[in-house]
């Protein structure tokens, strides 16, 4: 099977390219740039102008979508939000007019998605796939982008739909990339702390489990509708940074650094750091037979930061 992948040159992107080759896979990506990508065909795309090379789309059999700007690279003027938005509607509605338009055999798209989706702050309230949606920014840009996936849902193939899955993707742990380099290095440096209380939760997951969930959904037929791509413990922010030091032997000698510090350095933005989200992965756990390779943060943190 040829697997087309969108937004394959981030930090999940290039790990998951890597599986699936070791998987035995033919990886494709659609991007912007045409710069090479070693054992793996690039076409061209553009979301803003709304060009797509299509002969991406006649050769696949699966899609893996997860174009999107990054949530936290830059903070929330009206433009970025705007740019953070279309990125990810646009660019699926750009796929779901070449499905329509191109013969193809596409008949599984597997998307990204975030636990954002029920808002930035829940506070220590259990969320599971069945819980409602927040009304916050996060939640407003999650409704809209699943929204234009099941546009895709509506399409069909040989006269058969498209099997779509969205994966609600929580905080992911890689050095490629993300929060976790940037919690590791002051930590190492001794300069390491708890952000606001520390009291608020990250739902996390291990890169490769990320990775692997995604391409279980992509293998298995029974996966359908929305997941939440976390691993099976949320921890508190305090939690997170006192595991950090443990595995790398510093010790934390800082006070907490305090909200306002970070709101205003960050403005709206600090709520990706200052939200707390406690995400059960309840579909994963009862409907699928994912397994974990790292279901606990220090075995995850072990992995990645030694």
Same mark, same amino acid.
């Given at each position: 099977?040829?697997?087309?992948?969108?937004?394959?040159?981030?930090?999940?992107?290039?790990?998951?390219?890597?599986?699936?080759?070791?998987?035995?896979?033919?990886?494709?990506?659609?991007?912007?740039?045409?710069?090479?990508?070693?054992?793996?065909?690039?076409?061209?795309?553009?979301?803003?102008?709304?060009?797509?090379?299509?002969?991406?789309?006649?050769?696949?059999?699966?899609?893996?979508?997860?174009?999107?700007?990054?949530?936290?690279?830059?903070?929330?003027? *009206?433009?970025?939000? /705007?740019?953070?938005? !279309? %990125?990810?509607?646009?660019? @699926?509605?750009? $796929? +779901? =007019?070449?499905?329509?338009?191109?013969?193809?055999?596409?008949?599984?798209?597997?998307?990204?998605?975030?636990?954002?989706?029920?808002?930035? *702050?829940?506070?220590? /309230?259990?969320?599971? !796939? %069945?819980?409602?949606?927040? @009304?916050?920014? $996060? +939640? =407003?840009?999650?409704?809209?982008?699943?929204?234009?996936?099941?546009?895709?849902?509506?399409?069909?193939?040989?006269?058969?739909?498209?099997?779509?899955?969205?994966? /609600?993707?929580?905080?992911?742990?890689?050095?490629?990339?993300?929060?976790?380099?940037?919690?590791?290095?002051?930590?190492?440096?001794?300069?390491?702390?708890?952000?606001?209380?520390?009291?608020?939760?990250?739902?996390?997951?291990?890169?490769?489990?990320?990775?692997?969930?995604?391409?279980?959904?992509?293998?298995?037929?029974?996966?359908?509708?929305?997941?939440?791509?976390?691993?099976?413990?949320?921890?508190?922010?305090?939690?997170?940074?006192?595991?950090?030091?443990?595995?790398?032997?510093?010790?934390?000698?800082?006070?907490?650094?305090?909200?306002?510090?970070?709101?205003?350095?960050?403005?709206?933005?600090?709520?990706?750091?200052?939200?707390?989200?406690?995400?059960?992965?309840?579909?994963?756990?009862?409907?699928?037979?994912?397994?974990?390779?790292?279901?606990?943060?220090?075995?995850?943190?072990?992995?990645?930061?030694?």
């Amino acid at each position: 099977m040829t697997i087309l992948i969108t937004g394959g040159t981030g930090s999940i992107g290039r790990r998951l390219v890597e599986l699936l080759q070791a998987k035995g896979y033919s990886v494709s990506l659609l991007s912007r740039s045409n710069k090479p990508v070693p054992g793996v065909q690039v076409y061209q795309w553009d979301v803003k102008t709304n060009q797509i090379d299509t002969q991406a789309i006649a050769n696949a059999d699966a899609i893996i979508h997860l174009a999107g700007a990054g949530i936290a690279d830059e903070r929330w003027s *009206d433009s970025r939000k /705007r740019e953070i938005l !279309e %990125s990810r509607t646009q660019s @699926t509605a750009l $796929l +779901a =007019q070449a499905l329509q338009r191109t013969p193809n055999q596409v008949r599984t798209f597997v998307s990204s998605s975030a636990i954002g989706y029920y808002g930035g *702050d829940t506070g220590d /309230r259990p969320v599971t !796939e %069945s819980s409602p949606a927040g @009304t916050d920014f $996060l +939640a =407003q840009v999650t409704r809209a982008w699943e929204r234009s996936v099941d546009e895709i849902a509506a399409i069909k193939t040989n006269s058969l739909p498209i099997r779509t899955v969205r994966i /609600r993707t929580g905080v992911v742990l890689t050095m490629a990339g993300g929060a976790l380099p940037k919690l590791a290095q002051p930590i190492r440096l001794g300069a390491g702390a708890p952000i606001g209380t520390g009291q608020q939760y990250i739902s996390w997951i291990h890169v490769d489990d990320i990775c692997r969930m995604y391409i279980q959904a992509l293998e298995t037929e029974s996966w359908q509708g929305a997941y939440n791509g976390v691993a099976p413990g949320p921890v508190t922010n305090e939690e997170l940074t006192r595991q950090i030091a443990d595995v790398l032997n510093r010790p934390l000698i800082l006070p907490r650094i305090p909200a306002f510090a970070i709101k205003l350095a960050f403005g709206e933005l600090a709520v990706t750091v200052l939200g707390s989200s406690l995400v059960l992965n309840k579909r994963i756990a009862n409907e699928t037979t994912f397994q974990y390779q790292f279901p606990k943060l220090k075995e995850a943190l072990e992995d990645l930061l030694l």
